[in-house]
T-cell receptor, first 112, second 110 residues
């Protein structure tokens, strides 16, 4: 079974801190994604990556950046955390087009 | 603007009865559709999919129906079980990118 592992289940950070959310997948998937889930808004795409070093903006990239130095790892970076970035963050990977996503368990980030 | 809509935020159904979850999309170019199930504090898990060349796909108690002319898909769960209580997300896309709905919280009452 494909496994997508997010390093932290719960995080509490202070406003202005730089925050790193890590995601690792173990099935050699090319495509990786970062979503945030908020009540009433569903899953919104922040950034995605089709290959190492590649990244593309999703629907809500402002305030975020990403890094994909290795195929299995996709990191989401909050350059200066703000309270409106308090959310559930979900990482996903997939083998290619027309394949479904495999999601990690999520990281609940609270910015205070 | 939301490209995929789930207009019912919540749904309650008696155990053993049918659950019908609905999803509408706006982009006629979408040709692949997915349903995910999410329990609290867990990531979404894939449930069932359908491509635009079909209008129905079944997997056990779960059936997805696609009406391309209406840009509408639905998920039927028969019979509903208490363990089906979760948030259900539909997703639609072209393969390059999928767009998710806002989710419907299903409660199956024993």
């Amino acid at each position: 079974d494909v496994k997508v592992t997010q390093s932290s289940r719960y995080l509490v950070k202070r406003t202005g801190e730089k925050v790193f959310l890590e995601c690792v997948q173990d099935m050699d998937h090319e495509n990786m994604f970062w979503y945030r889930q908020d009540p009433g808004l569903g899953l919104r795409l922040i950034y995605f990556s089709y290959d190492v070093k590649m990244k593309e903006k999703g629907d809500i990239p402002e305030g975020y950046s990403v890094s994909r130095e290795k195929k299995e790892r996709f990191s989401l970076i909050l350059e200066s955390a703000s309270t409106n970035q308090t959310s559930m963050y979900l990482c996903a990977s997939r083998a290619g087009h027309f394949y479904g996503y495999t999601f990690g368990s999520g990281t609940r980030l609270t910015v205070v | 603007d939301q490209q995929v809509k789930q207009n019912s935020p919540s749904l309650s159904v008696q155990e053993g009865r049918i659950s019908i979850l609905n999803c509408d999309y706006t982009n006629s170019m979408f040709d692949y559709f997915l349903w995910y199930k999410k329990y609290p504090a867990e990531g979404p898990t894939f449930l069932i999919s359908i491509s635009s060349i079909k209008d129905k796909n079944e997997d056990g108690r779960f059936t997805v129906f696609l009406n391309k002319s209406a840009k509408h898909l639905s998920l039927h769960i028969v019979p509903s079980q208490p363990g089906d209580s979760a948030v259900y997300f539909c997703a639609a896309g072209t393969g390059n990118q999928f767009y998710f709905g806002t989710g419907t919280s299903l409660t199956v009452i024993p």
